[in-house]
């Protein structure tokens, strides 16, 4: 992202126990290659207040959506975004949702052209674990029925 100027995740601005954080409170999903190198990751998240506010349970939130553009195969992205739509409809919510930083209009093109709907934006999110608040764009797609929940 950085090689393309694009600045929203710093190396090394996520540590270790954000992600057991993440994984205690909802899921981190990583896509592996031939000899078990990661080559793409989101998290689910099953609430998301910085952004969303307070709501009810009808939605997945998809978070830190990446892949390696060096070394995935072509497509990866779109299929850990129907992974994580198949998750979200499997736990009996209706809705995906995620946001994208206002100042990252490829990324909004990438998640409309994916069927995504921006829905608003939130000009003042502020960083989960604290620091300075940011604008994003939020966005959210129907999913399918699916009668069989995840027990």
Known sequence: MRSRGIAQWQPGG????????????GEVWLAEAAGGVAVGAYELWWDDEPAWGVQPPV????????TDRTAAPAGLGRALLAHAERRIAEAGRELCRLDCLTSNPRLRTYY????????GEQPFKAGVTGG????????????PANDSPVG
């Open 132 to 143: 300075s608040s940011y604008g994003v764009t939020l966005l959210e797609r129907r999913l």
């Open 112 to 119: 409309e052209s994916a069927g995504y709907q921006v829905v």
């Open 14 to 25: 996520k540590d270790e126990e954000h992600f057991r954080l993440r994984m205690k409170e």
């Open 59 to 66: 939605a997945g939130y998809v978070h830190r959506l990446m």
